[in-house]
């Protein structure tokens, strides 16, 4: 009966309040392994390595589904079941079941057509420019001579000198026509309200007053109900006698810190509990006679956990809650393990991507998640917020995540403006994530750590002070409280943000220049030494 109540409750809840944790007939129905398999159609797929999209399997996991179409939103996009291949859907639109651009173009009558300029809107199925032109009843294109022009049926008007009247005619304002007009919106305007003082608008003091007239903060309830804090204790809406001055709150009961054998698992009280009890959720256990990890319980007890499993830390390597046989010389890449140094594998943005089969592995190079293969007919284009695949296109360029057309736009500092870009630009320079570069980029040249505490331009130069920097090199030096760097190009590189922390490197000029944003990595210092000096062993006694 234990057995089956254990299976249903998925072993490990119901395993710990039944006190099976401590037998080994427990051990083989808690321990079930986790499952990696599940069903697509008639057959079963590992979800770590295929995605199912309506019964097809497809190789590569968690990609979206197009219809039967497994694909990436990365460098694809998907438009009435229809891939799209060299521009993501996180920036594109449909026209019908082909995905465009809209920076670039745009969609008018069903066809895709490239813009003329950065205002370029639809007329019917034909363009307009909205800056110099204008669209009369969506199908006549007029010349906008002024920015007080405006349509009157096909024709258009100068709004301070004529009107449209209802005949669709454009009169002068002086005629009768443009004075009835007038007459009529005038009237129908609602009368201005005056201001009035009424008590919806005044503000009233909530809080109490003393007999010195000083005021002191609101008297706080419980639900409804009024309390004195001194006396009571609110939980969840319930009030409660304090019975002493270290009196807590445990989901709706009261407990004192002080009480021996009490124990509170997210919101659920329990008490009679052995000394040294722990939480695994909201059901307690005892440490001392199973292992724990994630609501799962393991025999005996004392072992480590990664994920829901146990593992030997001295033979494995735990990644994001799995492990892998082999410590020496591995690194972890998501959940994977592999070997940096080998050239097999590339870790990028914690996917992991096998090599093998490249004709030129030196090529590749990751865009995020997505391993390019292909520099020439890839673009990859980085923002603070994401990295996206596009298709090479002449005349174009990344500003940030977007690749924009040169003839249309301009961008600096990572902000695109609506105008051509005329003068030669350089090139433009991306912050990545730290574990997208080879080992090679981070490790040949001294390296600088450092926090945004101050940026100043001048004449399109950009200096950053960075404080409490570290220059890694094979030591570590502090460089102060604080350190000037540039200058900068300052619509080459993107805007660095204050208090936000940058991996630099020196460029061919020996000037420092941000190349990684290290900010979401717990300890970045670490992960720069363990990437250029991973050969190193730390052994204990």
Not at 103 to 123: M, P, R, V
Not at 341 to 358: E, F, R, V, W, Y
Not at 459 to 480: D, H, M
């Amino acid at each position: 009966m234990f057995r089956q109540l254990c299976v249903m409750a998925r072993c490990a809840l119901c395993c710990i309040l039944l006190g099976l944790c401590v037998t080994s007939s427990a051990q083989a129905v808690c321990n079930s392994d986790e499952k990696s398999s599940n069903q697509c159609g008639n057959l079963l797929y590992d979800i770590k390595k295929y995605t199912c999209c309506d019964r097809s399997v497809t190789q590569g996991p968690h990609l979206s589904c197009c219809g039967t179409t497994a694909y990436n939103k990365l460098d694809s996009s998907c438009c009435n079941n229809v891939v799209t291949v060299g521009l993501s859907q996180t920036v594109s639109s449909c026209c019908g079941s082909k995905a465009y651009n809209p920076l670039n173009q745009i969609c008018c009558g069903g066809s895709i057509q490239d813009k003329t300029s950065a205002h370029t809107e639809c007329c019917g199925s034909g363009l307009y420019d909205t800056k110099k032109q204008l669209c009369c009843k969506n199908q006549f294109v007029q010349l906008k001579e002024t920015v007080n022009h405006v349509c009157c049926g096909n024709a258009t008007l100068n709004t301070l000198k004529q009107c449209c009247c209802d005949t669709l005619e454009v009169e002068n304002l002086d005629s009768a026509c443009c004075k009835q007009k007038l007459e009529r919106e005038r009237a129908s305007l609602p009368n201005a309200s005056q201001p009035t003082t009424s008590s919806a608008l005044l503000l009233k003091d909530n809080r109490q007053m003393d007999p010195e007239g000083s005021a002191y903060s609101e008297t706080p309830h419980c639900g409804l109900q009024p309390y004195c804090p001194l006396k009571y204790i609110c939980c969840s809406g319930k009030l409660f006698s304090k019975t002493s001055d270290v009196t807590q709150c445990c989901g709706e009961e009261p407990y004192k810190l002080s009480e021996e054998g009490v124990l509170c698992c997210d919101g659920q009280l329990y008490r009679g509990q052995p000394a040294g009890s722990l939480c695994s959720g909201n059901v307690p256990y005892s440490p001392h006679n199973c292992t724990v990890c994630q609501e799962h319980v393991h025999l005996p007890a004392g072992q480590q956990c990664c994920g829901q499993k146990t593992f030997n830390p001295h033979e494995e390597i735990c990644c994001n809650g799995h492990s892998h046989k082999g410590k020496a010389d591995m690194t972890c890449c998501g959940s994977h393990a592999y070997n940096a140094s080998s050239g097999t594998h590339m870790c990028c943005s914690g996917h992991l991507h096998d090599l093998t089969n490249l004709k030129n592995k030196e090529e590749a190079e990751c865009c995020g998640p997505v391993l390019l293969t292909n520099k020439k007919e890839q673009q990859c284009c980085h923002s603070a917020e994401k990295s996206l695949v596009y298709k090479t296109q002449p005349g174009h360029s990344c500003c940030g995540h977007w690749y924009y057309n040169m003839s249309m736009w301009s961008c600096c500092a990572g902000q695109l403006t609506s105008k051509p870009t005329h003068a030669k630009i350089g090139e433009l320079k991306f912050i990545r994530p730290l574990l997208d570069f080879s080992k090679s980029a981070i490790c040949k040249w001294p390296v600088l750590l450092g926090t945004v505490q101050s940026v100043a331009v001048k004449q399109n130069k950009r200096f950053v002070v960075l404080k409490e920097a570290l220059e890694v090199n094979t030591t570590v030096k502090s460089c102060g409280n604080s350190l000037e760097v540039g200058p900068l190009d300052h619509c080459l590189f993107p805007v660095l943000e204050l208090g936000r922390t940058y991996l630099w490197t020196k460029n061919k000029q020996s000037k420092y220049e941000p190349l990684a944003d290290v900010t979401g990595l717990t300890t970045p210092l670490h992960t720069i030494l363990s990437l250029c000096q991973h050969n190193r062993t730390c052994y204990t006694a």
